[in-house]
């Protein structure tokens, strides 16, 4: 008798134990980023997210990824999110390009319910999502272009126009020429100036231009000019060669 109860507790208990087994709920995200310091001259960064189910991968899971993204001078950027579904081992790996400016940035990795643009998965009331922050600096230098006249007079003044852009601002502008011959006055005749600029991501600085009265028909000079951004980064513009009709 005792061992028949035995063997009616196994069979009565086994319908039970199945009863109560579960599969683990997804309940966590983790992301890294790579590198979390961005240059502006590559602008991207590599995410890896990894879904957890009761801290055991989680495959098949779908995942959203948003980044938010200020430059230096407060303005925002907005970044395309990436959407995808994550592998056998519970991870997931995009590419976020267009950082190109300096500045920071936050990028989300968020559960879906469903397909790109369904609601959040849930713990709780909180989204399964977690987050990592990426800084950008700027690498990028201006871009600089000279705008002279046509031929030139001897003894007439000039107006040089110097383009700067830059997806910061600009900070200073040197343009210089390579000097007019038998022009003595104590450089050579060679002249430089210096404007400090406004910071403007766009402008254009005008330079004094001066042909000395009684050069040569034929005789030529070559312009030069230099930009820094705000962020120290310089350029030249490419040389220009004026010659005196």
Do not use: K
């Not at 966590?28 to 961005?38: F, G, R």
């Not at 006249?149 to 001897?154: K, Q, Y």
């Not at 406004?198 to 030529?220: I, N």
């Amino acid at each position: 008798m005792h061992l028949r109860s035995a063997l009616v507790r196994l069979v009565l208990a086994a319908p039970f134990a199945t009863a109560v087994a579960c599969t683990a709920t997804t309940d966590e995200v983790t992301i890294e980023l790579a590198p979390q310091l961005v240059s502006s001259i590559d602008g991207t960064v590599t995410v890896h997210a990894i879904a957890l189910a009761e801290r055991a991968p989680a495959p098949t899971e779908p995942i959203e990824l948003t980044v938010t993204y200020q430059d230096r001078n407060g303005a925002d950027h907005a970044i395309a999110a990436v959407d995808g579904t994550t592998d056998d081992a519970g991870a997931f790996t995009a590419t976020i390009g267009g950082l190109t400016w300096d500045g920071t940035g936050t990028i989300t990795a968020t559960l879906l319910s469903g397909a790109a643009g369904s609601p959040p998965q849930m713990v709780g009331d909180q989204p399964i999502a977690a987050s990592a922050t990426f800084a950008v600096l700027d690498r990028t230098p201006p871009v600089v272009a000279i705008t002279a006249p046509g031929p030139l007079t001897a003894g007439q003044d000039y107006q040089i126009a110097v383009h700067v852009t830059d997806e910061i601002g600009v900070s200073e502008v040197f343009f210089e020429d390579s000097g007019w011959p038998n022009n003595n006055n104590g450089n050579g005749g060679r002249q430089r100036a210096t404007v400090i600029a406004s910071g403007e991501a766009d402008t254009t600085l005008m330079f004094r231009f001066t042909v000395p009265g009684q050069t040569p028909s034929g005789t030529t000079n070559t312009l030069y000019a230099l930009a820094s951004d705000l962020s120290g980064n310089q350029a030249a513009a490419a040389a220009i060669t004026v010659t005196v009709q």
